[in-house]
């Protein structure tokens, strides 16, 4: 416990597995691909968890659960979906020692079980919105995996909605993007890009797809959450219809969007540094934790005593821990903890204990402050807020710092390959110059972004009229 873990500058890769390992957030399961997320890496999804949920609940959602293996059939019913999925498909032939008259497939996202449903339950106008939300896990069969990025098995959130008009299921779709961007940049304090995703790109059954797209510490870009208006696609593959005022029957209008455990990995990339994880108090699973230093059985009695007063202070506004493990030494726990990211460590010595203080150490700056134990819950609660923004704005910093608006191919290439970060580009929207660029520099568009460059010129691959700005980079 608490080795010492590669410098992120020398081998990103092997400093992301070994925060994970030694953080103790989630290891490699018996099946290759799968993963175990540990109690420390699930707490901070059960809290990623609630800060959305509230969200969802908040723009009038409600939770449900539909089960977990989906007839063959569903998935062909609709052409794209089944085409964007079927290499990934893990499909349950048998069930109680007998072959199955339909295989199953174990589902690597809803929209076909839940639409059949809808099918149902949608008669009238009266029965729209309908807005569904399942918190569950989907299998989508990967061939290379990386922990929390890509997994065989993921947990996630899936939102699927029914509405009566086009322009209120666009609606839905942007404004779960927001909901989505308000809580990456305001609980995850990571800054994204908001935007359209490129033919290509988009989810298969999508009309179009939207995304958040954030800059990893390598510069690499991590799709973090989707929001899809799906038209009317999945509507009409699974006859969800309705009798519109006029007596009329129409087909309803749809929506999905989703965030998953992948996200653990983008706050696990953005924030984290060489000594471990940072992470963002509001999502952090221990926000403060109070290390006691002393020396022989009277220092501890006074320590212990100045602790427990200072816990019972705290305790009823944070998430916080007392280490009080006598078998290790207190520098050996700050650097476990500072491996945890827990974002505030809090000292109490004998000097401490004389003077009426308590000495804060804020994982983000490292920083050490005196305080005075009254009032220490207000001053603690600053601190954490300014934990908080700090982080956002030293993400954003890195972000602006790496990121580039060009139309000149040799540069965006020169870029790609001796910098990395993000290129805004001029496009034409043609899909092989996309397909090009992907080969040529192994950059793909993450997104067209929303905010767009004022002037376009000429396409920065093939010249021709720019029809809109896309953002290029290397992704996870
Ligand atoms: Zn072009």
Redesign the pocket.
């Known amino acids: 416990m608490v080795e010492k873990i590669t410098p992120r500058s020398e081998d990103y890769s092997r400093w992301y597995t070994d925060v994970i390992q030694e953080a103790e957030l989630a290891d490699y399961a018996p099946v290759k691909g799968c993963m175990v997320i540990r109690p420390y890496g699930y707490a901070i999804w059960e809290n990623i968890k609630e800060a959305l949920d509230k969200r969802f609940k908040e723009t009038g959602h409600v939770n449900a659960y539909f089960p977990l293996f989906i007839p063959m059939g569903f998935m062909q019913k609709e052409a794209e979906h089944v085409e964007g999925f079927a290499p990934q498909l893990a499909v349950v032939t048998h069930g109680g020692g007998k072959k199955l008259e339909e295989p199953l497939v174990v589902r690597p996202t809803s929209e076909t079980i839940i639409n059949s449903m809808f099918a149902k339950w949608v008669k009238s106008y009266r029965d729209l919105p309908i807005l569904i939300n399942q918190w569950c896990n989907v299998v989508r069969w990967e061939m290379r995996t990386r922990l929390f990025l890509r997994t065989l098995e993921f947990l996630w959130q899936e939102g699927h909605t029914a509405h009566a008009t086009a322009v209120e299921a666009e609606e839905e779709a942007r404004r779960m993007l927001d909901v989505y961007i308000d809580f990456a940049e305001n609980d995850a304090s990571i800054p994204v890009i908001p935007g359209r995703k490129s033919e290509s790109e988009k989810f298969a059954g999508a009309v179009t797809s939207y995304s958040i797209e954030a800059m990893m510490g390598d510069k690499r870009a991590l799709q973090s959450a989707t929001s899809h208006f799906l038209g009317q696609k999945f509507a009409k593959a699974f006859g969800i219809q309705y009798l519109d005022k006029n007596n009329e029957l129409q087909y309803v209008w749809q929506t999905s969007w989703g965030l998953s455990t992948r996200f653990i990995g983008a706050i696990i990339m953005v924030h984290g540094d060489d000594q471990g994880l940072i992470l963002p108090p509001k999502l952090a699973p221990i926000q403060v934790v109070i290390v006691p230093i002393w020396k022989g059985e009277e220092e501890k009695e006074e320590v212990m005593g100045a602790v427990k007063e200072v816990a019972k202070a705290l305790g009823k506004r944070f998430r916080y821990k007392v280490d009080d493990r006598e078998e290790r030494t207190p520098g050996w726990k700050f650097n476990y903890w500072e491996m945890k990211g827990v974002p505030l460590r809090l000292e109490i010595g004998p000097k401490e204990v004389a003077e009426g203080q308590a000495l804060l150490a804020r994982r983000d700056t490292r920083e050490k402050i005196a305080v005075s134990r009254e009032g220490l819950s207000e001053r603690v609660s600053e601190i954490l807020d300014d934990v908080q923004r700090n982080l956002f704005r030293r993400a954003k910093k890195f972000l602006d710092d790496n990121t580039y608006r060009l139309e000149d191919y040799g540069e965006f290439k020169r870029i790609i390959e001796e910098k990395g970060g993000f290129i805004y580009a001029p496009?034409?929207g043609?899909a092989s110059?996309e397909e090009a660029i992907q080969s040529e520099t192994k950059a793909t568009s993450r997104c067209i972004p929303f905010e767009q460059s004022e002037k376009l010129k000429r396409?920065?691959?093939?010249?021709?009229e720019a029809r809109e700005e896309a953002v290029f980079a290397k992704a996870y």
């Open positions: 496009w034409c043609d110059c396409c920065v691959y093939c010249g021709r």
